[in-house]
């Protein structure tokens, strides 16, 4: 069941009906082309596609959300909703149903060159920051005999919920590792509070996740059933995977993310904020520059926000700036 914080039914039916006639013109926040000047005039409702609710995605949405409607008096109001994550917050965000989305960096490249899940078609879609990066996250009942990836044949293994970045990047390492994800194990197509009750009582033998830390729902896991599971190695497919996408690099989970015995080595992947190719300069320009100013408040309730930094803000290749997003980093970078 999907759960919106709040619904403006009157904002999607707006988008829709602009895309449906071609005119995207008639959208309230569509671009003009004129110039910048990072101001909002007049009342906009901006609606933000996360992720599960146990996840990173929701929380720092729902974040991002207060700080934009708060920042900017309340002209800009801002939601965030419950989604299935990246590959169908890209599509409801070229659908018009959403003015921005979390994704990750893989997920994006394959929508703006029309490959993987967007296969032929490629996205009208544009970046309003990269931000902090996600951790593959691969856990193991440690009754279930699984050491690795390889060792999930005839597993029954959550690959994440459908149309989402970590579906994409679970069925690239059971290939990668010489699974097939439809035929050699009993996928389980599950959003992550699903996933984490399944493993706590056995129905579920392994889970792939990729998200902030700490991931709530990774940390109730770990609580709950610490004796039960175990982090599961995904390097050794790491090769491959940066075959797949440059994106793909090795990082660490820290063991103090989730009290654990030590350090483990994972494969990382960054994140961004994304919009459609046509939306107004000046809104974009308005919540970035709310992202990275308010970005200190957003790291005291979310932990993953602390990844947020101006230092790797334009690092969205092959993904295009957008230029109210331009324009905003360059003033949060202009000598003050």
Same mark, same amino acid.
């Given at each position: ?32 082309? *004129? ?5 909002? *005039? ?19 949405? +729902? ?24 590959? !169908? ?72 919920? #459908? ?17 097939? #994800? !439809? ?28 998200? *902030? ?32 996408? #440059? ?22 992947? #960054? ?50 700036? +957008? ?9 949060? +970078?202009?000598?003050?």
């Amino acid at each position: 069941m999907k759960r919106t914080v709040t619904v403006f039914a009157t904002l999607v039916l707006t988008a829709t009906a602009a895309g449906a006639c071609g005119g995207r013109q008639d959208s309230p926040t569509a671009d003009s082309g *004129g110039k910048i000047t990072c101001e909002v *005039g007049t009342e906009t409702r901006v609606s933000i596609a996360t992720g599960n609710s146990t996840g990173v995605y929701f929380s720092l949405g +729902n974040a991002f959300a207060e700080q934009v409607s708060a920042a900017t008096g309340g002209t800009v109001k801002a939601t965030a909703a419950e989604t299935g994550a990246s590959v !169908q917050n890209i599509q409801q965000l070229v659908a018009g149903s959403y003015q921005v989305a979390f994704s990750l960096a893989d997920t994006a490249s394959d929508a703006i060159e029309g490959k993987g899940s967007f296969e032929g078609e490629e996205q009208p879609i544009q970046a309003m920051s990269r931000i902090y990066p996600n951790y593959t996250q691969v856990i193991a009942r440690t009754d279930s005999g699984i050491t690795s990836i390889a060792d999930m044949r005839g597993k029954r293994v959550s690959t994440g919920s #459908p149309g989402s970045g970590t579906e994409v990047i679970a069925n690239r390492l059971l290939e990668s590792a010489g699974l097939n #994800p !439809q035929t050699d194990v009993a996928a389980q197509r599950l959003d992550l509070t699903k996933t984490v009750d399944g493993m706590k009582d056995g129905s579920i033998d392994a889970l792939f996740w990729s998200g *902030g830390l700490p991931t709530p729902g990774i940390t109730d896991l770990f609580t709950s059933a610490r004796g039960d599971v175990t982090f599961i190695d995904v390097t050794p497919q790491l090769g491959r995977m940066a075959e797949i996408s #440059p994106a793909y690099k090795q990082g660490l989970i820290p063991a103090a993310t989730y009290q654990l015995p030590s350090d483990v080595a994972t494969i990382v992947v #960054p994140n961004m904020l994304l919009v459609r190719d046509d939306l107004d300069a000046n809104l974009a320009c308005v919540l970035t520059r709310t992202l990275f100013e308010k970005q200190p408040e957003m790291a005291q309730v979310v932990g993953a926000a602390t990844g947020i930094t101006l230092d790797n803000a334009r690092d969205t290749d092959p993904v295009p700036l +957008n230029r109210g997003a331009e324009y905003a980093l360059d003033e949060l +970078n202009a000598p003050r």
